[in-house]
C-alpha cells in the first residue's frame, strides 16, 4: 500500500521559514563581525520573491477590480458595495488614529526627552516630498492619472491604476449588453490567468519570507533600537490594541465570524506583510487567501485591491505616534493641534504607497500640518534607523485591516441577498 506523504500546512511552513530566518539572522548579526553576505544573499533571495509579487500587482488590480465591478448586478449592488467598503475602511482608521492618539499620551514616549538628544542631524539636507496641505490635495490629484500607461509602470500610482480600472469597469456595463457580456468574459478570463500566475508565485512565500527575516535579522534592524525603546513600544501597543482587539470585535460583530479562524486562514498574507513590509506586495497572498478563508470572489476582488491602496490602519496609527512623540520632546501640542495631526495622518495613510517606508515619508506632510515641519529634517533619517520593525508590525496590521474589511462586507452584501 502506497504511504501518504504527510504535508505540513502553508501556513506553518511560512511560520517555520519566518522563525528560522529570524533565528539564524540574529545569531549572524550577534557571532559574525561582518555579518553583511549573510544579509547580502537574504535580501537577493526575498527580493527576487518580492519583485515577482510586485510584478503580478497592477496586473491583478486591475483585472480583479475590472471583472468585479462588471460582474455585479444592475440593481444597485455597485453602489452598495462602494457604501460598505469606503465606510468600513474609514471607520477603521478613525479607530486607528483615535488608538494612536490614546497610546501616545497614555504611555508618553517622548515626555522628558529633549528634543536635541535625541534627534541631531545635517538639518540642510532635502526630504524627498512636498509639503503641508498641498501634499494631501495632491493626492487626489495624482489619484487622476495623465496617462495610464506612465501610471501603471510604478508602484508608487497605484491609486491612479485604480481610479482607471473603476471608470473601466464603470463604463463598461454602460455600453449594450452584448459587449458587456464580451467584456465580462474577457476581463474574467484576464483574471484567471493572474490568479493562475499568483498561485505559482506564492509557492516560494516560504523561501521569500525566511529569506526576507534573514536579511533583516542579520543587519541588527531587529534588535538595536537604542534610546528609542519606548517609543517602539507605544507604536506596537497600538498596533497590538487595534489588530488584536479592535478589527477582531469588528469582525466578529459586524462579519459574524470568529477571528481566530479567519486570521488563521489569512495567516500566509500576514506574514507575508510582515517579513517585506509591504501591502502591495502581498496582495497576491491576501486575495488567495481571502479565497480560501470563503470571501467570495466579488467581493474581495473589489475590496482588497482598494484596501491595499487605500487602507492603511497601521500606518495611520504609526503617524500618529510618531508626530506626537516628536512634539513630546519640545513640550506638546494642544488638543487642536492633536486633532489636526489625527487628520493629516488620516489623509497621508491614505495617500501613502503599500510599498516599505511609504508612511515615512508621508509623515512631512504630518508634521507641516501643525508648524513642524522643518523638525521633520531632523526627525526622519533618525526614526528612519528603526523604521524597518515598525513597518512590518503596521504594514500586518493594514492587510488584517483590508481582510477584515473584505470578510465583514461579504458578510452584509451576503446577508442582504438572503
Ligand atoms: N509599508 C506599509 C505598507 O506597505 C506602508 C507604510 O510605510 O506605512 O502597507
Redesign the pocket.
Known sequence: MPTQRKVLSFHWQILIALVVGSGLGLVCHSALDDPQTIVKAGNFVANLFVRALQMLVVPLIFSSLVASIVGLKRDGSLATMSRLTLVFYLTTSLIAVFTGLFVVNAIGPGKGVEFDSLFTGDATRDLPTTTGWDAVLGIATRAIPENIFAAASSNRSILAVIFFAVLLGVFSRRVSTEHTATLKKFYDAMFAVFMEMTMFVIKFAPVGVGAAMLGVAASGKLSSFGSLWLYLVTVFAGLAFHGAVALPMLLRIFGGRSPVAYAKSMAPALMT?FS???????LPLTMSSAGEAGVSEQTRSFTLPLG?TIN?D??AL??VVAVLFVAQTLGDLSLGQQVVVAITALAA?IG???????????MVTVFEAVGMGERAILVIPVILGI?RVL?MG??TV??WSDSVCAAVVDHRIKSENE
Request: hydrophobic content about 40%.
Open positions: 506583510a517585506t513590509a509591504s501591502s502591495n506586495a502581498t491595499a492603511m497601521g500606518t504609526y503617524e495613510s501613502a504607497a503599500g510599498i516599505p517606508s511609504a508612511g515615512l515619508v508621508m523604521d513597518d503596521r504594514t493594514n492587510v
